[in-house]
Antibody, heavy 121, light 108 residues
Framework: QVQLQESGPGLVKPSQTLSLTCTVS??????????WSWIRQHPGKGLEWIGYIYNSGSSYYNPSLKSRVTISVDTSKNQFSLKLTSVTAADTAVYYC?????????????WGQGTLVTVSS | EIVLTQSPGTLSLSPGERATLSCRASQSVSSSYLAWYHHKPGQAPRLLIYGASSRATGIPDRFSGSGSGTDFTLTISRLEPEDFAVYYC?????????FGQGTKVEIK
């Protein structure tokens, strides 16, 4: 059973960089056919796809966030990471990591529990 | 980007009743690449349906999905206590992947 777990600071100051890591267990991030993803949910709102990365390092981002987002992968640690620069209060959200089954066309089939990140001074 | 509109916003039903949730897309969803997710606060969202009508692994057969093009439906034939949650539809046929705003199924 694949499991994903987000980690990182729960509080970030405005204008700083939000950094989160997702650790994958029960499966290898190097397995083909999957994109490793970040998704967020603003308080009381719906879900927003941030972007995803393949094990080769190819990444794709939501155009609305593209100028501020970087997703990277560390296959040796079975982890992938999110960096979001120049954050504001509008970036306060629960951040989820998830696996996107690209090969099987099944959508986001495994998710982490999510981690709340608050942007505040 | 494709905008997904879910209705109703809230559905108030009793255990054992049938739930019908709608998801309408602003343009046709390619190859019916539409998924449904179950989400309870503090928990990881769970994939229920992919490809508009295929049940994900381990999902009971009281959940069914249908539709194509711009109109999709999730049906829960008989609500169990664990089914009271928020449900999201999501399209992955064109980038950026987008989600609906959710339908909350609450106990009447």
């Amino acid at each position: 059973q694949v499991q994903l777990q987000e980690s990182g600071p729960g509080l970030v100051k405005p204008s700083q960089t939000l950094s989160l890591t997702c650790t994958v267990s029960g499966g290898s991030i190097s397995s083909g056919g999957y994109y490793w993803s970040w998704i967020r949910q603003h308080p009381g709102k719906g879900l927003e796809w941030i972007g995803y990365i393949y094990n080769s390092g190819s990444s794709y981002y939501n155009p609305s966030l593209k100028s501020r987002v970087t997703i990277s992968v560390d296959t040796s640690k079975n982890q992938f990471s999110l960096k979001l620069t120049s954050v504001t209060a509008a970036d306060t959200a629960v951040y989820y990591c998830a696996r996107f089954d690209y090969g099987g066309k099944r959508g986001f089939d495994y998710w982490g529990q999510g981690t709340l990140v608050t942007v505040s001074s | 980007e494709i905008v997904l509109t879910q209705s109703p916003g809230t559905l108030s039903l009793s255990p054992g009743e049938r739930a019908t949730l709608s998801c309408r897309a602003s343009q046709s969803v390619s190859s019916s690449y539409l998924a449904w997710y179950h989400h309870k606060p503090g928990q990881a969202p769970r994939l229920l349906i992919y490809g508009a009508s295929s049940r994900a692994t381990g999902i009971p057969d009281r959940f069914s999905g249908s539709g194509s093009g711009t109109d999709f439906t999730l049906t829960i034939s008989r609500l169990e206590p664990e089914d009271f949650a928020v449900y999201y539809c999501q399209q992955y046929g064109s980038s950026p992947e987008t989600f609906g705003q959710g339908t909350k199924v609450e106990i009447k």
